[in-house]
């Protein structure tokens, strides 16, 4: 079981910057995937980027440019820094990771930050 804790979320105007955090309850040394999703109201949750062990990255098509994510292993965080946001970047962000146990791949959500892009 691995729980995680999002921040940072709130309201910023078009053009802003906001950076998100999420701690997980455990090492993430061996997480074999550590991303982030967002859901907007109306819509389906949607991949924004996620990041291999390896160190690989997967951005959506949408963020590509303005979104930058990072971990720290020894502080257990997964970051996503957010730049030029947009009014459709307005969404409730989930933290996620994918474990594979070698049997199988295990999938934790945290409980997710408001992201509001306004004037």
């Known amino acids: 079981q691995v729980q995680l804790v999002e921040s940072g979320g709130g309201l910023v105007q078009p053009g802003g910057s906001l950076s998100l955090s999420c701690v997980a309850s455990?090492?993430?040394?061996?997480?074999?995937?550590m991303g982030w999703y967002r859901q907007a109201p109306g819509k389906e949750r949607e991949l924004v980027v996620n990041?291999?062990?390896?160190?690989?990255?997967n951005y959506a098509d949408s963020v590509k440019g303005r979104f930058t994510i990072s971990r720290d292993n020894a502080a257990n965080t997964v970051y996503l820094q957010m730049n030029d946001l947009k009014p459709d970047d307005t969404a409730v962000y989930y933290c996620?990771?994918?474990?594979?146990?070698?049997?199988?791949?295990?999938?934790?959500w945290g409980q997710g930050t408001q992201v509001t892009v306004s004037s």
């Open positions: 996620n990771v994918q474990i594979f146990t070698g049997r199988q791949w295990n999938m934790y």
């Open positions: 455990r090492s993430i040394g061996n997480i074999n995937v």
């Open positions: 990041m291999s062990n390896g160190g690989s990255r």
